[in-house]
């Protein structure tokens, strides 16, 4: 998937939406009929641009010693990137992690509280896995293993790296990781706003960053997952979440989809197997409040077949009929329910 090919993806969806609004402004994105499957999103799957030489081979500055308020603790830039060791901010918000959770095991399974944070919150372009039942971890880390999981995307390192590299931990490290995350309370960590337009954003770090100098552009047909402050994700603190621009009118077309199911019966009402409030049953994982670029990945994935492990058959009827239209409005609704 190359970079032009996202921007002219991007372009024509703009255009599309710009059409629509003059041509169509009493017909919902919703009631149009779609191919079934567009490239994948740009804005949800974020592909970092490639490094340039310079920045690959540049040392990280060391020589301030990094700080955010409310607390007195301090890291150096290098500390803040340690997969090993990972910066924790706020040690006493969350249990004590074990081995596997803040150190990995050098040199190739990175700890998991790097990338989904000590507090299990997660970011845009991984997952939250705070308060995921047990087994269901432990079946998705199997499911990376066998190839049965993949992104539709191969190019987002992320995914690829926690298939690389995650899936070499043990059974023991495996029970160990998914009890700590399962023990952990998930709260409110994405304020989903929906605004037709939105600030101008482009891909760094594998999320979606405010450009500068700052600038309005449509929202079209996308959702913009962006850091409530961009310097304090960047850090990794666990603290400080996310806010996610989504379409209007999306909350309640998505809310009718998740509770009826839809025209034509597009889709399975989701309460049936992720429970009340959709936060989880037995081992189906809570949907409620998690990243809507997330959200649209899995589904995106399970409509692919890249995401097809025997549990996630389930799902197929429920993504079938969707469109991508149907995809975003599902998961602005469902991001901006309480975790
Ligand atoms: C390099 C970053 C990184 C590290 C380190 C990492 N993960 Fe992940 N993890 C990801 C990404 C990215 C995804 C999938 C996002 C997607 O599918 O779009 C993911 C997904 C998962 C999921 C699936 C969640 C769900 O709701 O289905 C589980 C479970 C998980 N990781 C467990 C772990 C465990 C346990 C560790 C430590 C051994 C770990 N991860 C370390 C990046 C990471
Ligand atoms: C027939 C039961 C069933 C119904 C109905 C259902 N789901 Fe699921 N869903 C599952 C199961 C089981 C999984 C776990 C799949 C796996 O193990 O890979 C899942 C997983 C998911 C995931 C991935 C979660 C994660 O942590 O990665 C999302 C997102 C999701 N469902 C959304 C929905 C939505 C939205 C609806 C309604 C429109 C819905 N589901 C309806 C059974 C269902």
Redesign the pocket.
């Known amino acids: 998937m190359t970079r032009l090919k996202f921007q002219s993806l991007t372009a024509i969806l703009i255009a599309a939406a710009i059409f629509l609004a003059a041509t169509a402004s009493s017909q919902t994105p919703s009631t149009i009929s779609h191919p079934p499957l567009e490239p994948p999103p740009y804005w949800a799957y974020a592909v970092d641009p490639p490094a340039s030489a310079a920045e690959a081979g540049a040392k990280p500055d060391d020589s301030a010693s990094l700080h955010i308020s409310g607390t007195k603790i301090s890291f150096t830039r290098s500390q803040v990137h340690d997969f090993f060791n990972i910066p924790d901010w706020h040690p006493s918000a969350h249990p004590p992690m074990p081995q596997i959770v803040a150190h990995g095991r050098p040199p190739e399974v990175y700890a998991c509280g790097y990338c989904h944070l000590p507090n299990g919150q997660g970011r845009p372009e991984n997952?939250s896995l705070a308060g995921?039942p047990a087994t269901?971890i432990v079946?998705?880390l199997a499911?990376f293993k066998s190839g049965a999981?993949k992104s539709s995307d191969p190019d987002l390192k992320p995914v690829s790296s926690m298939i690389a590299n995650e899936t070499k931990i043990t059974g023991a490290e495996i029970q160990i990781a998914a009890a700590y995350f399962a023990a952990l309370k998930p709260k409110p960590w994405i304020r989903v706003v929906e605004a037709k337009f939105v600030p101008k954003t482009h891909v760094a770090g594998w999320m979606l960053v405010v450009s500068t100098p700052h600038e309005v552009e449509s929202i079209g047909d996308r959702i913009i997952e962006i850091p409530e402050n961009l310097e304090r994700t960047e850090l990794r603190d666990d603290s400080s979440g996310f806010i996610a621009y989504v379409p209007p009118g999306s909350l309640k077309r998505g809310h009718a989809?998740?509770t009826t199911?839809g025209a034509n019966a597009r889709?399975?009402?989701?309460s049936?197997?992720?429970g009340p409030n959709l936060k989880g049953l037995k081992?189906?994982?809570s949907?409620a409040g998690?990243s809507p670029s997330?959200?649209v990945r899995?589904?995106y994935d399970?409509q692919s077949g890249a995401?097809a492990?025997a549990?996630?058959q389930?799902?197929k009827p429920?993504v079938a009929n969707l469109s991508l239209f149907d995809i975003i409005d599902?998961a602005a609704y469902?991001s901006s329910l309480s975790p």
Do not use: E, K, N
Request: hydrophobic share 40%; glycine share 8%; proline share 3%.
């Open positions: 997952s995921l269901y079946q998705q499911d999981r989809l998740v199911g889709t399975i009402i989701c049936t197997c992720h081992d189906v994982p949907i998690r997330y959200i899995q589904l399970m995401r492990g549990s996630g389930q799902m429920v599902i469902i």
